[in-house]
Structure formats: C-alpha cells, structure tokens
C-alpha cells in the first residue's frame, strides 16, 4: 500500500521559515561572535612571496599588541599563492567559513580581485598595502585602503627627491624612470608621467623603461642605463629585481649618483640585504615607513620579534606595519560597533579615528572613497644593511648620503 | 647610440642563449629519440639549480664544478625513471604521457616549496659581480663561464652521438626503432639512457643556471616554456638546432629589450616561434618529413 502525505500551507510555511533560519544561521553567528575573525589574504607563496610573507610575520605580531590594548581579534590565515584568481576564490571560502572582515593583499590586481568578492557579499576588505587609484575610484562600499595610492607615493616621493637633493647639496642633471610592468609598475609610471613635470625638481626625465620583474636578468636594460648615462636612475621594483638590477649595475660597472625608489618594494626588503651585502648600502626608498617614536610601534616590534624569531623588524617594518594597522583597523571598529554584521562593521571602519598608531602620518581616517589621506612619507636609506630614516629631519636617524659611495670599494 | 653597446648587448644574448640552448638540448635529445615530451623538464632544471644551491651553500663547491656530480646524478635519476616509471608510457596516447610528466612536474614544485619556501636562493660566488672589460665592451665574468661550460657539455655529446659505438647505437634507434630491435640492439636500456643523457643536459643546465638567475620553484614553468620554444624554433629532435634556436632567441630577446622595450621580449620569442610554425614548421635545422 502506498501512503500519500499531503503538504498543507501550514507545512510548507514552517517548511520555508526553517529553511531561511538555517540560511541566516551563518550571518546570525556572525553578528552575535565575541571575536572579530579576520582573513589575512596575503601572497605567502609565489612571485610575491617575499612581501607576503613580510606581512605575513606582522600578522602573526599583531594579536599579542592587541589583545594588550583591549582588542579581541581572531586571524585566519590564507594564502593567495601570488595568483589573482585564487586571492578572489580564497576570499569566497574564507567568507563561507565565517571570516567577518578580510586584510590584504599586498598586489593591486589582487586586490580589485577580492574586493569583487567583498562588495559582494558585504563583507569588509581593509587594504593593508596596494597603490593602484582605482580600487578606491570604482564606487566599492565595502573596502577601505590604509595604505597611499600611486600618485600620493609618487608625489611624496618626488618631494622627498628634492629635499634629498638639497640635503646633500648634488646637482643631478638627468634621471631615467625604470619600472617594472605590473599593475603597481604601470599605475607608478602614470603618476609619474602626470606628476613629475609638476615637481620642479632640478633634472630632465630622460626615459622611462618597462621591464618584466620575473625576467631572469636585467642585463640588457642595465646595458641601456649605460648608454643614457642618467645621474640618478629612479626605479619602482619588487624585491627580485632589485636585486637583479644593482646586481647588473655593478657586472656592467655602472654607477650613477643615486638609485631612488619615489615609493617601492624592493630595496629595503631583508632578501635584498642578504642577496648583495654592502651593495645593499646607500640606495633611498621614499615612502611610508614606522614612526620610530611611537609607543605602537615599540610595542609591535617586541611583539614581532618574540613572534618571529631570528628576523629583523627593520627589514620588515613597512609591511608589518601596515598589515599590523589594517588589523588594528578592523579590531577598533569591532570594539566600537559590538558586532560583526557586515554593514554595520563596514560602518564602523569607515568611522575609524585612530591617532596613536604605527606608521608615520597623522590620525586613520578614511574619506568618503575609504581612502587614509594622512599617511606620511619618509626617505629610507640603507645604511650598514639596515633601512634608516634620513628625511624629514624631524624623525630621522642619520643625514643622507649622495652621490652614493662607488661600488669597487664596498665589497 | 655607440655601436660598442650594440655589440655588447649581442654578446649578452649569445652567451646567455648557449645556456638555454643547453637546457633545450635535454629536451631536443629525449624527443628525437623515444617521442617522448618532457613537461618535466623546466622542473627538473629547477630541482638542479636548487642541487647547486645546496652544493655552494653547504660545503662551498663552485657551480661549475657541481654540475658535474648533478648531471651524474641525473643521468642516474633519468635512467632509472625511464625503465620503470616512462618506459610504460611510451607508445601509449600522447595524453596519458602529458599527465604523468605534468604529476611529476607538480610534484617537484611542490616539494621544493615544501624543502626550500618561495624565497630566492642565491649563489653568491666571489666572482658574481666580476666582468671582463675588452676594450669598450663589459662582459660578465659568470655568463662567460656558464656559456664555456654550456659550449663544453654540447660538444661533449654531439661527439658522443657522433663517434661512440653506444651513441651510434641510440641514433639507429632514432632513425629506425624497428630495424635496431631486428640487428639486436637492447632498445629499452638504450632509451633509458638516452633519457638519462637528456636529464644529465637539463642537469649541467641547471646548475650553470644558478650563477645566472637566482632559484626558485616559479622558475620551473617558464624554463618548460623556454625548453619548448627553443626546441620547436630549431626543429625538434634537432640537437645543433636547439643550440642554434638558444642563441636566436637569447639574441632576439636581448635586442627586443636594447631597441625597443624590455617588457615586449617574450614577445619577441613567441614571435619567432608563430613565424617558424608558419613558414618553416621543420624548424629552422629540422628535417623535412
């Protein structure tokens, strides 16, 4: 005999309200948590390895600094693996197993990537580092950027050209840009193209070059350095090529006045001191960097060697410390709006006011793009293989040095 | 521009092509011979630049002298995966060989990751920063080195090929399988040797790599890549032709950068690549069939 049941209205409206409980249940549990779960969405392995896995140790610095300044914070850590699609594929799962806000992610293109993901799902994304102007000019809701865009790295660090300039009483005539071909490249040579005619500095802008940063040697674009004969040659690197560049310029015995970054990765990375010793020394970095004064920061730095044993937070401190504040970032807003519902967590980051943090600049704030238009800049110059902070006077460790010493007699 | 930099810049490509060249040879050597193709093979280049690494780094030996114990060692490695682990592949759809070689190639990656990280590994030798100065023309000291040891390698086994009974042997198998198995030649072991003669090349090509480029596992699919384009350029199976095709693209690559843009060189080689494919399928020193 074949038994029949009939679904009456009754049945399937308790049918359809248990169904939409079970649906809600994740954000309910997400609302309602203790903690703050935040995703690190960092490149740890891959192209960008080296940064990722710089940030990567700030990460692991930052619970122990929190939890002392009365914040409750969870990290999930997750590995872009240096690849656009699955920095947008992680942040999907990371979201479906209960994140409540996500931190990264280091490159531009990866950016943009999981921000698709966190407008969608109305999930906060707080920008550690990534320069690219669009990612705060396409509209999102639901990111904010801590960190400078391109043009703003590029200003800062033209100025700081001048002021170093000045400090140190050279006379540079000309200058070539030479920039790798990424995302963050390409956006830096834009700016440099729009601003650097603005920047009254004293030299001519003689050429810029494109080059890829995975090429296996930069011999031939060292080779064209050398028949431009540029006083200072102005680079936006990631951390292999520089190496591969100062590497060239000492083969092909090249040696202008300066090497400059007006706002890169590369040359104040611990892989660079490592891969050329002295060769290291005396080559600038203008760009965001820890306030050594602040009591944050001597706080992360113990927290950051006690967590990461046998490195140096010298090396690290640009990405630890802007990782570190992407985190303090979403901790205070979870203090502040008691919840973890994403528009209301949203809403409470975009109201962040933080005035004692990490990195140099004024209070974190963000303006109606999500953008921290009060980061500072400081001109870092290695210096006995350590980043030190030669420009603004006011926060500085030692003067700076140009022309740079030659290199025969360093090694 | 003076011309010296033109001339400098060609004997950048030149030298830097032998070394590709070398590591293509590997792969030529392997094809001509069993029809097999290596989707290894950038991988096992990588494993032999990391082997050099753990040589300079541990006990101190010079890459150019390494190469040798590692192209030994892959000569035994490339013997003994081809008897018991490709040998049953072989004949079989080009498919079922694609996947184990792409296995093995994930595989490596992967435990190199595991071994080492993602980080750079360099060899920081005393003479990386030297370069021979002839007159107005600056040429690195550790290119002209890896090129020497790369011209050494080549030569060694064209004469091998050429000249040595067991040499003559594989190239009989190359021409004609059918008639080598009727005269009794032992074609199994002469296939795993011979693969073991193209793993030894990637070896040696490897390790003179390290003084060229620093190591990590993302290397791998770009030398596979490289591997691939060279062979195809000089006509596969051709072992003058891939060292012919390194030098090309080494060269087109290296003027590609000087005169037009650095960040268009690959295109340049891909280029070459689609025109060979186009207008001369052989290979530029391939046989017609």
New interface residues.
């Given amino acids: 005999m074949i038994k029949t049941t009939k679904l009456g209205r009754r049945a399937i409206l308790a049918g359809a309200a248990a169904g939409s409980a079970l649906l809600a249940a994740p954000g309910i549990v997400r609302a309602q948590s203790p903690v703050i779960r935040v995703g690190m969405l960092l490149p ?4 960008f ?2 940064a990722g ?1 710089s940030c990567h140790r700030g990460a692991l610095a930052a619970p122990r600094v929190l939890s002392d300044l009365g914040y409750r914070v969870e990290l999930v850590h997750i590995d872009t693996e ?1 690849n656009a699609d699955i920095a947008r594929t992680q942040a999907e799962r990371a979201i479906n197993d209960g994140v409540h806000c996500l931190v990264g992610s280091f490159d531009s293109g990866h950016t943009l990537a999981i921000a698709q993901v966190a407008e969608q799902r109305q999930v906060p994304l707080v920008i550690n580092i990534a320069a690219a102007p669009p990612i705060t000019e396409q509209g999102y809701k639901f990111l904010v950027r801590n960190f400078q865009t391109g043009p703003q790295l590029v200003t800062n660090g033209l100025r700081l050209i001048g002021e170093t300039i000045t400090a140190t009483k050279i006379a540079p005539k000309t200058a070539v840009f030479l920039h790798a ?1 990424d995302t963050f490249g390409q956006a830096q040579r834009s700016a440099m193209d729009a601003l650097f005619p603005r920047a009254n500095l004293p030299f001519t802008l003689a050429e810029s ?4 940063p ?8 060292v ?2 350095l ?2 431009l004969r540029p006083d200072l040659v102005l680079v936006v690197t990631r ?2 090529d520089a ?2 560049l100062v ?2 310029m ?4 090249f040696e202008p006045m300066g090497i400059v970054s007006p706002g890169s990765p590369g040359m104040y990375d611990e ?1 660079f001191y ?2 050329l ?1 002295p ?1 290291a020394d005396f080559h600038i970095s203008n760009l965001p960097w820890v306030n050594p004064r602040s009591a944050m920061t001597k706080a992360l730095e113990a927290a950051f060697l006690a967590a990461n044993p046998g490195t140096r937070f010298a090396a690290d401190a640009f990405n630890a410390g802007f990782t570190f504040e992407a985190i303090l970032i979403a901790a205070d807003a979870f203090k502040r709006a008691g919840t973890t519902n994403g528009p209301q967590l949203m809403a409470a980051i975009k109201a962040t006011d933080i005035a004692e943090h990490v990195m140099i600049g004024g209070p974190i704030k963000f303006d109606e793009k999500g953008q921290n238009p009060n980061i500072g800049s400081a001109a870092v110059q290695n210096r006995n293989r350590t980043p030190t902070v030669v420009l603004p006077a006011d926060s500085s460790a030692a003067a700076p040095v140009l022309p740079m010493p030659g ?1 025969q007699g360093r ?1 | 521009m003076p011309f010296d930099f033109y001339v400098n810049v060609a004997l950048q490509g030149i030298l830097t092509g032998l070394v590709y060249g070398l590591m293509a040879l590997g792969l030529s050597v392997i094809f001509g011979v069993i029809r097999l193709v290596n989707f290894a093979h950038g991988e096992f280049a990588v494993v032999a630049m990391y082997l050099a690494f753990v040589f300079f780094a541990w006990a101190g030996i010079d890459p150019m002298i390494s190469m040798l114990p590692i192209a030994a060692g892959f000569f035994g490695l490339g013997y003994l995966l081809q008897r018991h682990a490709i040998d049953p592949f072989v004949g079989r759809p080009e498919h079922e060989q694609f996947i184990l070689l792409v296995g093995l190639a994930i595989v490596m990656v992967n435990g190199l990751l595991m071994i080492f990280g993602p980080d750079l590994r360099h060899a920081n030798l005393s003479y990386a920063f030297d370069s021979y100065e002839i007159g107005t023309l600056l040429i690195d000291k550790v290119r002209v080195y890896a090129a020497a040891a790369s011209l050494v390698v080549s030569a060694l086994l064209f004469a091998f090929f050429r000249f040595a009974r067991t040499g003559m042997a594989i190239r009989a198998c190359a021409d004609n399988l059918t008639g080598a198995a009727v005269v009794g030649l032992d074609v199994k072991h002469l296939y795993a040797l011979t693969f073991g003669i193209g793993m030894a090349c990637v070896g040696a090509a490897g390790a003179l790599m390290v003084v060229l480029a620093d190591a990590t596992p993302m290397l791998a699919p770009a030398f596979t890549l490289l591997a691939f384009t060279i062979v195809i350029v000089g006509g596969m199976g051709s072992m003058a032709g891939a060292l012919v095709a390194g030098i090309v693209i080494g060269m087109s690559e290296a003027f590609a950068s000087f005169l037009l843009a650095p960040s268009m060189k690959s295109m340049f080689s891909f280029g070459l690549l689609i025109a060979v494919l186009l207008f001369r399928p052989q290979g530029l020193l391939g046989k017609r069939k």
């Fill in positions: 740890r392995s891959g192209f390895a080296q896995q240096s071909n070059i494109a080059y890829d995975r090429a296996q040697d930069l011999s031939v674009e080779t064209r050398r028949a951390a292999s190496v591969k590497r060239d000492v083969r092909q015995r892989e490592q891969a010793g060769l290199w090694a």
